[in-house]
């Protein structure tokens, strides 16, 4: 059971990735905006905060972090603050962080594929009533279709690509 909670766990970073790099590539070539300066002082100061023990995965944290951020996001200062805040050194409270964000994946995946069936149940069950437009429309529906975006509204995304490959 881990282990299929641990690849939903992976293919959600994968589909936040996904999202948030299409809007930030035109033509193919990434369109950064935070600034290479401020990703190598955040870089150094979690070094002096946290040492260097643990130097590639705040490196990488923070680049990875780096190529989703946007303007809507808010500003390099906050960006740095952020990353300053957010970045989980302790092995115990990583596992914490990896657990809670785990948990609540399954509770939306979960209550999301309820709502998805109840919607489409008129399209995919012969209950000798005929279907009505309506009907069509919401089985169309996908509530779950702004889900990505607001985690990334709301900074759970980031907190994920600043703490996790």
């Not at 190598?40 to 023990?53: A, M, T």
């Not at 596992?95 to 785990?102: A, V």
């Not at 399209?123 to 429309?137: A, E, F, P």
Request: proline share 2%; net charge negative.
């Amino acid at each position: 059971m881990n282990k299929f909670l641990l690849i939903m766990l992976i293919v959600a970073v994968t589909m936040f990735s996904c999202s948030k790099l299409e809007q930030n590539n035109v033509k193919g070539t990434k369109m950064s905006f935070i600034s290479e300066k401020t990703i190598d002082n955040v870089i150094e100061e979690l070094f002096e905060l946290h040492g260097k023990n643990d130097s590639l995965r705040i490196v990488r944290g923070v680049k990875q972090t780096a190529a989703f951020w946007n303007g809507d996001d808010g500003t390099e200062d906050e960006f740095k603050k952020f990353c300053i805040d957010n970045f989980i050194y302790d092995s115990g409270k990583l596992s914490e962080l990896f657990e809670t964000i785990q948990r609540n994946h399954e509770v939306l995946n979960g209550n999301f594929n309820k709502m998805n069936v109840s919607l489409k149940f008129p399209l995919h069950v012969d209950d000798g009533k005929s279907l009505n437009n309506l009907d069509l429309i919401y089985g169309g529906y996908d509530p779950a279709s702004n889900l990505y975006e607001d985690m990334f509204k709301r900074r759970i995304a980031f907190i994920t690509t600043l703490n996790f490959p």
